[in-house]
């Protein structure tokens, strides 16, 4: 999935433990969004982003943060994780209706 | 606001059968229509979409989608299934009016399976 890169690909979290997921893409488009996966659910949007320095909720917001200091770069945060935010996490990026998805971060709390 | 709604969780097929999988959407305005297919543990493929024009869209692998106005419907079609089809589909609509700013909100998926 070039163009979109999301890090870590893998993670393990306690619960209670912070972290921070990036996506970085290699263009300056403006529509950025974070979406969860989970088993029959498809994939809800949890934040989104219009440009650099603004963001706004989705879906299904609760627990998570994001920012998007950079147009290139939106991060999506974990203050205290849950077992409940066991998911697979995927940016993508939006220039007219062409959408480019990274390959997603997979993350277990325990 | 929009949704799209898959029918069948599961669809099982016999290899060379036709597959297809159905997809209905609920939209207020002209939709944009999306096919993605996900292989395990693996990310989501571009099928095909439908913006404008054309109501048959012809994507790759052989698959193809037509979309159906008075149907609300855009289903999934492939004339002769291959084991390699075997993953999960998503159909999804651009939410290009409503609050997200363009977000594709996703139906819940169908895993498809190829019998040999």
């Known amino acids: ?110 | 606001a929009q949704s799209v709604t898959q029918l069948g969780s599961h669809v099982s097929v016999s290899e060379g059968a036709l597959v297809l999988l159905r997809c209905n959407y609920s939209s207020s305005v002209p939709p944009y229509l999306f096919w993605y297919v996900q292989y395990p543990n693996q990310g989501l493929q571009l099928l095909l979409k439908y913006t404008t024009g054309a109501t048959l869209v012809k994507g790759i692998n052989g698959f193809e989608a037509e979309f159906k106005k008075s149907e609300t419907s855009f289903h999934l079609t492939k004339p002769s299934a291959h084991m390699s089809d075997a993953a999960e589909y998503f159909c999804a609509v651009s939410d290009r009016y409503g609050g997200s700013q363009g977000n594709l909100i996703f139906g819940k998926g169908t895993k498809l399976s190829v019998k040999p």
Not at chain 1, 12 to 36: F, I, P
Not at chain 1, 48 to 71: H, I, M, Q
């Open chain 1, 1 to 110: 999935n070039a163009g979109v890169t999301q890090t870590p690909k893998f993670r393990v979290l306690k619960t209670g433990q912070s972290m921070t997921l990036l996506c970085a893409q290699d263009m300056n488009h403006e529509y950025m969004y974070w979406y969860r996966q989970d088993p029959g659910m498809g994939l809800r949007l949890i934040h989104y982003s219009v440009g650099e320095g603004t963001t706004a909720k989705g879906e299904v917001p609760d627990g998570y943060n994001v920012s998007r200091l950079k147009k290139q770069n939106f991060l999506l945060g974990l203050e205290s994780a849950a077992p409940s935010q066991t998911s697979v996490y995927f940016c993508a990026r939006r220039r007219e209706y062409g959408y480019t998805f990274g390959s997603g971060t997979r993350l277990t709390v325990v």
